[in-house]
């Protein structure tokens, strides 16, 4: 199993970016998909999960209105969209791949949120 996150970046407030996250080693379109976060001396958080046909979506309350969680399940491919971004976004940014009893993560993309 696999997870590859890019995208991230530095950005203004009020920016934009969109992160990606390409999987492999698993049957993508079968499984649950999440984005989580990590900012200095807090503990990571879940940002936004989807489900295995992206028919549903969940939030953490911090980020709806502004993120978007999808997935391009012939491109083994999960985004976030993030919009309107703030300096309390600013994070490492984690893919995640609940398979079973094992989480899979990624390796993390930065973003950063400043002027």
């Known amino acids: 199993v696999q997870l590859v996150e890019s995208g991230g970046g530095l950005v203004q407030p009020g920016g934009s970016l969109r992160l990606s996250c390409a999987a492999s080693g698993f049957t993508f379109s079968r499984y649950f998909m999440s984005w989580y976060r990590q900012a200095p001396g807090k503990e990571r958080e879940l940002v936004a999960s989807?489900?295995?046909?992206?028919?549903?979506?969940k939030y953490v309350d911090s980020v709806k209105g502004r993120f978007t969680i999808s997935r391009d399940n012939a491109k083994n491919t999960a985004y976030l969209q993030m919009n309107s971004l703030k300096p309390e976004d600013t994070a490492v940014y984690y893919c995640?791949?609940?398979?079973?009893?094992?989480?899979?993560w990624g390796q993390g993309t930065q973003v950063t949120v400043s002027s």
């Open positions: 995640n791949a609940p398979l079973g009893w094992t989480d899979y």
């Open positions: 989807i489900s295995s046909v992206g028919d549903r979506t």
